[in-house]
Each structure stands twice: as structure tokens, then as C-alpha cells.
């Protein structure tokens, strides 16, 4: 499975980006996706996962209301909306893919990141 990422820049905070992933492989829509960031200096964390027919999501607490999750399993792409963009909020995006269990448990495969820099 490869995965690629994009759809990051440079947005002034309250702004909005929408991050897209294209993924690899005939059973797309049997992978739990999901979508993770990291800092500069810090560790990588968790942003939103969604599971294997799109019908059940989950967010980070800091994201949660701002941020949404969606999947086009015909374009075999996954999606990160993402409004009311903060300073914090900065941070290379990497999208990951859960064949394995569907459910966004195991992140078997990972895509290069996409920066998101958001000024204040």
C-alpha cells in the first residue's frame, strides 16, 4: 500500500485546508484510515481516524469540531477538512492505512507528510 499526501501550505490562523490521500490497492475501502501530525520537537500524535465504510469516526480532543475525517473509497482517498485553523494547529500531516483490522488499530503503512503552517 503506498500513500500520498497532500494539500498542505501556508494559511493564516482561523483559515481553512483540506488535506487529501490517495492510496494504493484494490480494497481501499476495506482499510481503516486515519491521520496523524507532528511538530517540531515534538512526538507524532493522533488527528482522526475513520473506519472501513466510513461509518464511524474519532478525533483528538484539540481538533475535534474544527477538524473532519472523510473517505471517497472510489477515489481510493481519504480526506482532512480542516476550519478554524490555529497556530498550533502547525505541523507535517501524514496520512497512515489499517488493512489489517479496518477499524484504525494497527497503522501498517505510512504516506509522507504535507506541512501545514498556519501564521497568526
Known amino acids: 500500500v503506498q500513500l500520498q499526501a497532500s494539500g498542505g501550505g501556508l494559511v493564516q490562523a482561523g483559515g481553512s485546508l483540506r488535506l487529501s490521500c490517495a492510496a494504493s490497492g484494490r480494497t481501499f475501502s476495506t482499510y481503516g484510515m486515519g491521520w496523524f501530525r507532528q511538530a517540531p520537537g515534538k512526538e507524532r500524535e493522533f488527528v482522526a481516524t475513520?473506519?472501513?465504510?466510513?461509518?464511524?469516526?474519532s478525533y483528538a480532543d484539540s481538533v475535534k469540531g474544527r477538524f473532519t475525517i472523510s473517505r471517497d473509497d472510489a477515489k481510493n482517498t481519504v480526506y482532512l477538512q480542516m476550519n478554524s485553523l490555529k497556530p498550533e494547529d502547525t505541523a507535517l500531516y501524514y496520512c497512515?492505512?489499517?488493512?489489517?483490522?479496518?477499524?484504525?488499530?494497527?497503522?501498517?503503512?505510512w504516506g509522507r507528510g504535507t506541512q501545514v503552517t498556519v501564521s497568526s
Open positions: 497512515a492505512a489499517d488493512p489489517r483490522t479496518g477499524v484504525g488499530r494497527v497503522w501498517d503503512y
Open positions: 475513520i473506519r472501513r465504510g466510513g461509518d464511524s469516526t
